[in-house]
């Protein structure tokens, strides 16, 4: 049971985060508005304000949650320090261990909302978003594709020359079946066009299967088919994986391996961050209570310098070793949570010289 004092710390502390994060994105917003002007005059206001606007900023808040709790444990905990309350609780026996499980606390609060909007709630904004950008602000959207490669099921290589994603069709198209090492069957079409999931339509083919030592040939003018895979198999953004929930994120990854699908880095450095997020807010919870709670001559202003500083550097340092991930100098996984290792060593030793002070 959390007593009136366990809430006074939480309500502090969730307060502060909220406050933080509305100032941040408040000047965020104005900076954004400058930078993209241009295309805002250009696009629709609601557009601007629904699609945009609304999708962003839960977007951006969470993707530096991290630095917002930071800031909101240094500021409110070096507030209490310097009123001495932070003395005053201390002087009825309460030890820094039984003082940190508010903050413990809060830090799971954040954690838990963090990972449910990256995971289930913010993917499906970010389709509005991203798609608004791509209209008004800069196409990145990858419509072409061309000598595309991929096992699109075991035993079965499918090759297309080029792949129009506007028109959804491609050209010179070939559909290869393999038994072990032996080539069962052989489709080639002229042009193939996606209609919807796995179906694809292909036109002028020849089929060519190999049973008995001999060739048996069937060719057609027109064929609805199904074959497993679809043009975002291929058509590989960057930006991606911001559109996907972590479940289809994970799977995505899986299939794609299974396909020898190589250039999907990004999504599997997003998948890990994710996880990664839910640990950072403990931790920064952590240095930040440990740096603040005793009264220093700097004062509040010094606190705040120096958990900026350890924020930054805290980001930094991710963004450093998700560089190493997308070069293949080391995995996704100890990419993500190089970070997170260094940080708690820094957290536990800090947290263990306030204990014995």
């Known amino acids: 049971m959390f ?28 900076f954004d508005i400058n930078e993209k002007l241009d295309s805002f005059l250009k696009a629709p206001l609601k557009a601007t304000v629904v699609d945009y606007f609304i999708n962003f900023l839960p977007y951006f808040a969470n993707q530096f949650s991290p ?9 409110f905990t070096s507030k209490l320090a310097g009123n001495s309350e932070i003395i005053a609780m201390l002087s009825t026996g309460m030890s820094y261990r039984r003082l940190l499980r508010p903050y413990l606390f809060s830090a799971l609060i954040i954690a838990a909302l963090t990972y449910t909007l990256d995971a289930y709630i913010i993917p499906p904004a970010n389709i509005k978003r991203i798609d608004y950008q791509n209209t008004y602000v800069k196409n990145k959207r990858v419509d072409y594709g061309s000598n595309i490669m991929l096992m699109v099921s075991p035993g079965q290589i499918a090759y297309m020359s080029r792949y129009d994603n506007i028109t959804k069709m491609g050209s010179r198209f070939s559909l290869e079946s393999f038994d072990g090492k032996e080539i069962t069957s052989r489709l080639t079409a002229q042009t193939i066009k996606w209609d919807t999931l796995y179906n694809w339509q292909i036109r002028d083919y020849i089929i060519r299967d190999f049973r008995d030592n001999r060739e048996y ?25 911001e559109k996907m929930t972590t479940p289809a994120l994970a ?38 209570m440990a740096i603040s709670s005793k009264k220093v001559k700097g004062g509040l ?47 536990i030793y800090l947290y263990s010289r306030l204990s014995k002070a």
């Open 3 to 30: 007593k009136i004092l366990d809430r006074y710390i939480i309500r502090k502390f969730l307060g502060t985060y909220v406050f933080a994060i509305v100032l941040l994105l408040a000047i965020v917003v104005m």
């Open 67 to 75: 630095l917002f709790t930071f800031i909101a444990v240094i500021f």
């Open 217 to 241: 040939i069937t060719k057609g003018s027109k064929l609805d088919t199904i074959i497993p895979f679809e043009p975002r198999d291929f058509l590989i953004s960057d930006k991606d994986y």
């Open 251 to 288: 799977e995505y990854i899986d299939r794609q391996k299974a396909r020898g699908v190589g250039n999907i880095k990004s999504f599997e450095v997003e998948y890990q961050r994710r996880y990664a997020m839910i640990a950072a807010a403990f931790i920064l919870t952590v240095i930040g």
């Open 301 to 347: 202003g010094l606190n705040i310098g120096i958990g900026l500083v350890l924020s930054f550097s805290y980001i930094l340092f991710m963004t450093v070793t998700k560089s190493f991930a997308m070069s293949g100098l080391t995995s996704p996984f100890i990419a993500m949570w190089i970070p997170n290792i260094l940080y708690t060593i820094i957290a």
